[in-house]
């Protein structure tokens, strides 16, 4: 096997001819990775990979000057006449010598603090010639997993592709893009992907992209997770300390000053290491720095390391980033993971003259068969040469992707797989057949018992069949869901179909009719295992639901970039429940509330009749100015903060079995994130809507509010709902304005407070309003901590909340735990 991979790694490997190739070592003939080579006075230049060893394509013979540049080590510049291609150039570099010189120190200021003031000053001019530019782009990513377990959660995880070996160790992913691109500060990008490879995956397409990875170390944030502080932002001194610890000269004699980098307090979005500054023009010449994943509000991640290298260029007279590297360790779950991503920039060309149709909303495309694209294409356009290592795991998992995809074993693995046992009744069965990629789903019922004070014990299960087409990325989907109340002794059913025709417009057809049992909110505000809970251990009847028997079709597409419309066309007949159990588990003594939302203790007379409707809507959504991606295999819409989504909502009741059901409704709704720098984001969502002609319309159509009365919060955010209103209390069939805003400061705020900065948390600020006609408005100001938890696991939310109606009504504890809506 070990010389099946080795002729394989030759066969990938044969290089273009058209190179300089070699090896570069340190004193000691160890292998120095992510050393920048490149032809001097030009941009063309690649880095050696985790060997070593580089290939930098050259396009004829002759004279040339190649500079080998890596922090840490002398700048070498080595004259070659080539003669032919390939031409072989094999290079040892020395350690750089820091000279530290004997300095005046003023009020003990060290000197490298003048330094960083004088690069901040600076930022201005030592863009101002790289703020537009096209450039080659490559990028190459390679993530490694150690001992993975076997299970995780009792669920075996397989070997994840064949990724793994006998020790459950491999390289899990492995992937390259080649790219071109148009740069224009100070955001507008368009990239062109030329090429796309992934291990194991003949049709795949890299997520690898230049956007992604645009971390600025001149602008005053670095993209992650949150804005990370750069050591030279505008308020760099209110976040580091700054330590020169010596300097050296570069070949053409200009002096490099190395700053250590160190934060003033632990918990905040900053990093730590090294940043390079030229003397007298104080551009940035390296970045060395690593970034906690706490840091960054990302649990998972243990560290990352970020490397910059920039290269001068004698006739253009400006400092140029050319390699850029990624390095992370994480882990959770007992899976640890190790990768670095690797990036070339190379081929500029600065303040090059823009077209109007250079940036569009199409901010990256890839070219037709980008992802198919052969050895000879990528041995002549990649410009960091893999290791054997690399070689190896591409026709590894080549292989094995060919044998995997293959009848006889998929049909083998589902045979294993779709093996029936007695369990299977109450836990849930799935049924494969991969080869054709469609599949049968029983749910069981195990876990689906639930408590309601109408059906008492609830009991549902379902079946489900699935048609996927991974090409197109489109499916079909035919459903049956089963529900019965055990007290009610009643059997409900009802079916369920959905076809989506394109991953474009995403283009989705919907269908469903039977009967079921809902909530008059059809927001479902509370959950029916909370509602359980709270039925059964407190006795608080919150859920109210009502009887429903339906068709409903409904169809969405994207119809323009940025507007989507949603349709949807119901008839059903609606029947009041009433309560069917006074059973709980604790506090016997105390009483149920009846299933009437507005008058909780009339237990004779619903709050509606039998009636059947009509109902017809249409939604449109507007996202201003969306940008996207472009890939054969569909459209992907980026999130923006820069824009508000607006929502257009119309719907009408109509051929009710009575005209007092019918009516018209128009509501509009805002929603937008406001980032604020590194001191948080704002998020506000705002809706104002209003009835015609609805009277006497069925409380089940009324505008529903989402309250809660459970002190149980359920989602990431409360951007749409009210923690101590009741539920149905404000309902109307009138005009109402709701709004809610909720500040998050990711850490700005509470990483400055003593104690509590240990808990690397964050904290939140909430306003919560609802007007409607013949009350006075209702409102509630909250004040919680987020991001709370034990170690990597980070579920939980504490919020103080209090409310005001014509003064203070009342105050409460909201406990959040974000994993609840997945046990619904």
């Known amino acids: 096997m070990k010389n099946f991979f080795f002729l394989a790694f030759l066969l990938v490997s044969t290089a273009s001819n058209a190179q300089i190739k070699g090896l570069v070592t340190d004193e000691n003939n160890n292998p120095l990775p992510l050393v920048s080579v490149l032809v001097d006075k030009t941009y063309n230049g690649t880095t050696t990979n ?6 930098l394509n050259v396009k004829k013979n002759g004279k040339y000057a190649i500079v080998f540049q890596f922090l840490g080590f002398k700048t070498k510049r080595v004259d070659v006449t080539v003669e032919s291609l390939p031409y072989h150039l094999d290079v040892k570099l020395a350690e750089e010598k820091y000279v530290l010189k004997e300095v005046v120190v003023n009020n003990q200021e060290d000197p490298a603090v003048q330094i960083i003031k004088n690069a901040i000053t600076a ?12 450039a080659d782009f490559y990028s190459k990513g390679l993530m490694r997993i150690k001992d993975a377990p076997k299970k995780i959660l009792g669920q075996e995880i397989g070997d994840f592709d064949g990724a793994l070996d006998s020790t459950r160790t491999g390289i899990l992913y492995l992937s390259e893009t080649v790219s071109r691109l148009s740069f224009q500060k100070p955001d507008k990008m368009k990239e062109t992907i030329l090429a796309s490879k992934v291990a194991g995956k003949n049709n795949g397409f890299s997520f690898n992209n230049a956007a992604s990875v645009e971390f600025d170390f001149y602008e005053n944030y670095l993209p992650f997770q949150i804005n990370v502080i750069s050591p030279i932002s505008d308020n760099a001194f ?31 979005p900053v990093v730590e290491g090294y940043i390079y500054v030229v003397e007298d023009s104080w551009a940035v010449y390296a970045v060395d720095v690593n970034i906690k994943g706490y840091r960054m509000q990302t649990p998972a991640l243990d560290n990352l390391i970020l490397k910059q290298s920039f290269s001068y260029n004698q006739n253009d007279r400006i400092w140029v980033k050319n390699t850029q590297s990624l390095d992370f360790t994480a882990g959770i779950l007992g899976i640890n993971l190790s990768g ?9 060309e600065f303040e090059p003259a823009f077209d109007k149709k250079t940036f569009t909303r199409e901010v990256l495309a890839f070219e037709k068969d980008s992802n198919k694209k052969d050895n000879d294409f990528w041995n002549t356009i990649r410009p960091v040469p893999l290791t054997f290592e690399e070689s190896s795991d591409y026709v590894k998992k080549d292989s094995i992707q060919t044998l995997r995809q293959s009848k006889k074993y998929l049909d083998s693995i589902d045979r294993k797989s779709n093996r029936f046992s007695p369990l299977s009744m109450v836990s849930g069965y799935n049924y494969k057949n991969s080869y054709k990629d469609w599949s049968l789903n029983y749910k069981g019922f195990l876990t689906s018992l639930r408590f309601n004070t109408v059906q008492g014990y609830a009991l549902s299960t379902g079946l489900n069949y699935l048609k996927n087409n991974k090409e197109n990325r489109t499916y079909t989907s035919v459903g ?10 009643k059997f409900r059913v009802k079916g369920e179909f959905s076809r989506k025709f394109n991953n474009v417009t995403n283009a989705l057809l919907r269908f469903s009719g039977g009967r079921d049992i809902v909530q008059f909110n059809s927001n479902n505000p509370i959950s029916s295992f909370v509602n359980s809970v709270s039925t059964l251990f407190f006795k608080n009847n919150f859920m109210k639901l009502y009887d429903r028997s339906f068709i409903n079709l409904g169809y969405s597409q994207e119809v323009l970039n940025g507007f989507s419309v949603n349709t949807n066309f119901e008839y059903s007949e609606r029947k009041p429940l009433f309560n069917g159990t006074d059973y709980t588990i604790v506090k016997k003594s105390k009483r149920y509330t009846s299933n009437n939302p507005l008058f909780p203790y009339d237990y004779e007379n619903p709050v509606m009749v039998k009636h059947n ?3 017809a809507g249409i939604t449109g959504k507007i996202n201003f100015a969306q940008e996207y ?12 903060n820069k824009y508000p989504t607006v929502y257009l909502t119309y719907e009408k009741g109509l051929a009710g079995n009575k005209s007092q059901y019918n009516f018209d409704y128009a509501a509009m709704r805002v929603s937008h994130d406001l980032l604020l720098g590194n001191k948080g984001n704002l998020g506000i969502n705002i809706t104002a809507g209003k009835f015609f002609n609805a009277d006497g319309i069925s409380f089940a159509d009324y505008k529903h509010f989402n309250g809660n009365q459970t002190h149980i919060g359920q989602s990431d955010r409360y951007l749409n709902v009210f923690n101590l209103m009741p539920y149905y209390k404000y309902s109307t069939n009138d005009s109402f304005f709701e709004a809610h805003t909720e500040y998050d400061d990711k850490g700005f705020i509470i990483n400055k407070i003593p104690l509590l900065n240990l808990l690397k948390t964050n904290l939140i600020l909430g306003w919560h309003n609802l007007s409607v006609p013949d009350r006075k408005p209702y409102s509630e100001i909250s004040v919680g901590l987020d991001n709370l938890g034990f170690g990597k696991f980070k579920v939980f939310r504490f919020d103080y909340v209090r409310s005001y109606q014509n003064g203070f009504a009342a105050d409460g504890i909201v406990f959040g735990l974000k994993i609840l809506n997945a046990l619904d």
């Not at 985790?50 to 290939?55: C, F, L, N, R, S």
């Not at 330590?243 to 003033?264: A, C, H, L, M, S």
């Not at 670095?340 to 500029?348: D, G, K, L, M």
Request: charged residues 35%.
């Open 340 to 348: 670095r991503f690797t990036y070339v920039y190379s081929n500029f």
């Open 50 to 55: 985790e060997k070593g060893v580089y290939e």
């Open 613 to 615: 409707l009509i109902k």
């Open 629 to 640: 991606w472009s890939r054969p295999d569909g459209k992907f819409n980026l999130s923006d």
């Open 480 to 489: 049956l869901v089963l529900n019965y109340g055990l007290e009610e002794e």
């Open 123 to 134: 930022k201005k001019q030592n863009t101002v010639r790289t703020a537009a530019y096209k």
């Open 238 to 268: 209110s976040y580091y300390k700054f330590k020169i610890d010596g300097t050296f000269y570069t070949e053409d004699k200009q002096q490099i000053n190395k700053i250590r980098v160190i934060p003033r307090r632990d918990t905040e």
